[in-house]
Nanobody, 125 residues
């Protein structure tokens, strides 16, 4: 079992930046692909970004490409999401997730069995 705890959310003005962290415990995350998803009020949860087990490959939703960067530090058992150029439409609860890196389907939340509790990100205009 992997336990995930997100932190770093908050309130920021449009154009600002935040860095989310996802600290894992229970198992080393070096064997897992890691993803970030988000859910805005009244909307479905959506994919934001993912990184493979080694950090060599990253994947992004078109809506965040060029603004967000996912990274991982396996030695610290932590994954990060650097968010720059934030927009009001980025407002959501952001979730960290983990899955075995046997499948290349990084985009579907149904493939991730482990989830954090989420952290709120609010971007004011």
């Amino acid at each position: 079992q992997v336990q995930l705890v997100e932190s770093g959310g908050g309130l920021v003005q449009a154009g600002g930046s935040l860095r989310l962290s996802c600290a894992a415990s229970g198992r080393a995350i070096s064997m897992y692909a890691m993803g970030w998803f988000r859910q805005a009020p009244g909307k479905e949860r959506e994919f934001v970004a993912a990184v493979n087990w080694s950090g060599a490959s990253t994947y992004y939703a078109n809506s965040v490409k060029g603004r967000f960067t996912i990274s991982r530090d396996n030695a610290k058992n932590t994954v990060y999401l650097q968010m720059n150029g934030l927009k009001p439409e980025d407002t959501a609860v952001y979730y960290c997730a983990a899955k075995s890196d046997y499948s290349s389907n990084y985009y579907s939340d149904s493939t991730y069995p482990y989830w954090g509790q989420g952290t709120q990100v609010t971007v004011s205009s």
